[in-house]
C-alpha cells in the first residue's frame, strides 16, 4: 500500500526538518515526492517561527538516490523543459529562510542537486555524492551543471560529471562539496550547532546577505557590489542594526526583533 506521505516535517526550536521519507526506493524523488517537498518548503516559508529549513534523508542509507529512473523513462524531450525539478530547486534557493542539506548515505543526481540548492551542506562520513547521470543517457538537469561548478569549480565539477564518479563524505569536504564532515553519531548536534548560529542572527540581515551572495553569484562584479550596497542600505535602516551595534558596545548578547 502507498504510503500517505514521501515527506515527514517536525518543528523543533525554530527548525523545519523535512525528512525525505521513501526508504525502500533509497528516497529517490518522484512526481509525488517532488509536490510534498514544494508543499512543506510553502508551509516553511510562511511559518515565522522557522528560521531555518534542514533537508534529511529517511533511513540513514540514502539522503535522495535521484529521480525516480521509472518515471524518468517515460518522459519525453518537451516534459524537461517544464520547470519541473530544476524550478523546485530554484525555489529553495530562493527561500527566505537558511536551508541546510544534512546527508547521510547516497546524494545521487537529483539528490546531490537537492543538496547543492541548499544553503550550507553538512555530511556524513557514510555520505556519497555523485551525478551518474550520463550512466543514463541523460545529464544532470536540476542545477548541477551550474550549481556543482559553482560550488566546487569547473575542473572538478566536470571529473565528477563526465566520469559519474562518486565520493565519500571526507573528499567532499575536501573539496569544497559541503561545509562540514562528520561522525553520523554526531550529525543531529553538528545540525543543531550550525543552525543555532544561523538563528542568533537578525532574520533580515540573513536574508539580506543569503540573497546579495546567491543573485550576485552570476553577475558582473560592478552589478553585484551595488546589489551588496543596497542591501546594506536596507539593513542599515533596520532596528536589527541599532540592536546589533548597541548590544556590542553594550557588552550584551543581541535581541532581533526581524524589525
Ligand atoms: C527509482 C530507485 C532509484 C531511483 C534506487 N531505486 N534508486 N528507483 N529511481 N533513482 C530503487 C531500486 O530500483 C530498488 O528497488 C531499491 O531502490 C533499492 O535499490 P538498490 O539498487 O537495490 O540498492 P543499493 O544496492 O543499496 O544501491 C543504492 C544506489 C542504487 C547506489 C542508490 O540504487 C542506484 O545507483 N540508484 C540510481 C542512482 C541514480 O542513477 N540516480 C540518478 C537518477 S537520474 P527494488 O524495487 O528493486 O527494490 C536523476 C536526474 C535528475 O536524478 C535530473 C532530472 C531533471
Not at 199 to 206: E, H, L, N, T
Amino acid at each position: 500500500m502507498e504510503p500517505v506521505s514521501y515527506v515527514d516535517v517536525e518543528i523543533q526550536q525554530g527548525i523545519y526538518f523535512l525528512t525525505l521519507n521513501r526508504i525502500e526506493a533509497r528516497n529517490a524523488l518522484d512526481a509525488k515526492m517532488l509536490a510534498e517537498i514544494e508543499g512543506a518548503l510553502d508551509e516553511a516559508e510562511k511559518n515565522q517561527d522557522v528560521k531555518v529549513i534542514v533537508v534529511q534523508g529517511a533511513g540513514g542509507k540514502s539522503f535522495a538516490a535521484g529521480a525516480d529512473i521509472k518515471q524518468l523513462q517515460a518522459r519525453k524531450p518537451l516534459e524537461a523543459l517544464v520547470p519541473g525539478m530544476q524550478g523546485l530547486y530554484k525555489k529553495i534557493e530562493n527561500c527566505s529562510k537558511v536551508t541546510i542539506a544534512a546527508v547521510e548515505g547516497y546524494a545521487l543526481g537529483g539528490g546531490c542537486e537537492l543538496a547543492l540548492a541548499c544553503d550550507i551542506r553538512i555530511a556524513t562520513k557514510n555520505a556519497k555524492f555523485g551525478l551518474p547521470e550520463l550512466n543514463l543517457g541523460i545529464i544532470p538537469g536540476a542545477g548541477g551543471t551550474q550549481r556543482l561548478s559553482r560550488i566546487i569549480g569547473k575542473g572538478r565539477a566536470l571529473d565528477m560529471i563526465l566520469t559519474g564518479k562518486i565520493i565519500d563524505g571526507e573528499e567532499a569536504e575536501r573539496i569544497g562539496l559541503v561545509s562540514y564532515y562528520v561522525e553520523r553519531d554526531k550529525l543531529k548536534e553538528k545540525i543543531e550547532e550550525v543552525a543555532s548560529q544561523v538563528m542568533r542572527k537578525g532574520p533580515v540581515a540573513i536574508q539580506l546577505a543569503k540573497h546579495a551572495v546567491h543573485k550576485g553569484y552570476d553577475l558582473d562584479m560592478e552589478t553585484a557590489l551595488w546589489i551588496e550596497k543596497l542591501s546594506q542600505a536596507v539593513a542599515f535602516g533596520t532596528e536589527d542594526k541599532q540592536e546589533g551595534t548597541t548590544a556590542f558596545i553594550e557588552k550584551r548578547q543581541a535581541e532581533f526583533q526581524n524589525k
